[in-house]
């Protein structure tokens, strides 16, 4: 690794950013998950080992469906159950409109990345830059965990 | 005088921050960040102010281009020059090679068409081995009625009482703007507070949160991947945001909300207000009428459920809701628009309630 980080700078780039964001990482309080990250990371995973059979992909759809209108709309009450059905019909075109959002979210942060990387080479112990940085990982980070968890 | 709130200064009519909102804590914790950097790599910064002064009457025009540094423009009336210090901040490995860098910024301001040009000269940087870093903050001081340009990356842009106009471009740091008079804003990671605007004012920001207070006559924001916060809104304002939340209160005259992939929540206090235009895609929308307030309401929500604790009418027409109402004598009108979208509606509505800021009325 050593041999490698001699010959080449963009690794080298690399390896001095991540050490600017965890320097910047230790000075901050440490966050646990919520438990919602861990079931909802636990539910993508169970239905891809079913998916091979044909009536739990319908199901699995239905609740993902289901879990989506929720989330959008809100705890359902017993006037509401009726238009769930409607909602799960219509709920993967919202789910796409969702993802193409965070989609649009994650490609301005990368482009963020690429502008505070070209200033920390001009300017490379820039406090303000490198804040920057790591305010713009954390963005991801925060991103993904949404997305992970179902919600917005 | 409570923590960051603008008030008007006794003397000179002109508007002052309490302290700083929201960016305290991110300014303790860059020099904070700044400390221990310099602690680790053993290195003493050196730090040198530059000041320089223009001919600028009002009615002229100050353009400020920079990057690496903050900048405060102060409008002061009665004057007729620019004036500029630059405070220059250089760390490095290389003492002797961060000195010699520092000592030769120069702080430019250049004349021609009624036109003052304010830019920061750098020499050639040294060899990379030296590892320098640097920061030049600006504090400018001009007429109140000359109008002010600004262009900045990684650092905060401040501006007060500037009643000619200011432009704002700002990436990598925050933006606020207090007692100004038609501003525009382009602002990208980092957050825009506007305090006692009045004339125009139009805000777009992305990666950041908006917070108004005290804007008057026409105003637009259009904000992404935040959160837009409106008091005391009065005129014509339009607020549209996406993946964020949408919160006003106090607000009088002509309001529309627009959000998607978000939150609104609005009060509806004031019969100062005229018209409250609500349209919300794939979010939740919560209002809050007084109970005495009179009020003119109708809608259509589609594929969206309308929850409402005054007497108003809510009719299913195929997957719409539709929803029609008033009580006492003049108010509001109110026009709600939803898709995918659940209205709470009036001070006895059920569901989980959204974050209210605390407000305290004085009569």
């Known amino acids: 690794m050593e041999r490698h ?148 | 005088m409570a923590n960051g709130e603008w008030r008007m200064a006794s003397d000179q009519g002109q508007w002052r921050m309490a302290n700083a909102p929201s960016r305290k804590s991110r300014g303790l914790r860059a020099g904070l960040l700044a400390l221990l950097l310099a602690a680790v790599a053993g290195a003493v910064p050196f730090e040198r102010a530059v000041v320089n002064e223009a001919w600028c009457p009002p009615g002229w025009t100050v353009i400020v281009g920079h990057r690496y540094g903050s900048i405060t423009a102060d409008g002061e009336p009665g004057r007729d020059t620019l004036a500029v210090e630059a405070r220059v901040r250089v760390e490095g490995s290389d003492r002797a090679a961060g000195r010699a860098f520092g000592r030769d910024i120069e702080l430019s301001l250049a004349s021609w068409a009624e036109t003052v040009f304010v830019s920061v000269l750098y020499p050639e940087l040294p060899e990379p081995s030296a590892e320098l870093s640097w920061e030049v903050d600006l504090a400018l001081v001009l007429p109140a009625r000359a109008r002010l340009e600004v262009a900045n990356q990684f650092g905060d842009v401040t501006c007060r009482n500037l009643r000619a106009g200011c432009r704002v471009e700002n990436s990598f740091g925050d933006v606020a703007l207090a007692g100004c008079r038609d501003s525009r804003v382009l602002s990208r990671h980092g957050d825009v507070e506007i305090a006692a605007n009045d004339g125009g004012l139009q805000v777009t920001n992305s990666y950041g949160n908006v917070y108004l207070d005290g804007v008057e006559s026409r105003a637009r924001v259009d904000n992404c991947y935040g959160d837009v916060e409106g008091t005391g809104l009065d005129g014509e304002v339009r607020l549209a945001n996406v993946m964020g939340r949408i919160v006003t209160r106090d607000s009088r005259g002509q309001v529309a909300l627009v959000n998607r992939f978000g939150e609104v929540e609005a009060w509806v206090e004031d019969t100062g207000l005229a018209e409250l235009d609500v349209q919300a895609e794939l979010s939740r929308v919560r209002l809050n009428l007084a109970r005495t307030m009179p009020f003119r309401l109708g809608g259509r929500v589609f594929e969206g459920l309308v929850r409402c604790g005054l007497p108003v009418e809510v009719r299913d027409h195929g997957n719409e809701q539709v929803v029609s109402g008033s009580a006492g004598r003049g108010g509001p009108q109110i026009r709600l628009t939803g898709a995918w979208t659940d209205f709470d509606i009036g001070p006895d509505s059920t569901g989980d309630s959204l974050t209210a800021p605390a407000r305290e009325k004085t009569e």
């Open chain 1, 5 to 152: 980080l001699d010959t080449c700078p963009d690794c080298r780039r690399v390896l001095a950013e991540l050490a600017a964001v965890r320097t910047a990482a230790m000075e901050l309080e440490q966050l646990e998950p919520s438990p919602e990250t861990w079931r909802a990371i636990r539910r993508r995973v169970m239905p891809e080992r079913r998916l091979r059979q044909a009536w739990i992909w319908a199901g699995a759809a239905a609740v993902a469906a289901t879990l989506v209108a929720v989330v959008f709309l809100g705890r359902p009450g017993p006037d509401r159950q009726d238009r769930l059905a409607a909602v799960a019909t219509a709920a993967p075109e919202a789910a796409r409109e969702l993802g193409e959002q965070y989609d649009d979210y994650l490609r301005g942060i990368d482009a963020a990345l690429d502008e505070i990387r070209t200033a920390l080479d001009e300017n490379p112990g820039n406090t303000r830059v490198r804040m920057a940085l790591y305010r713009a990982h954390q963005s991801r980070s925060d991103a993904m965990d949404r997305m992970v968890s179902g919600g917005y």
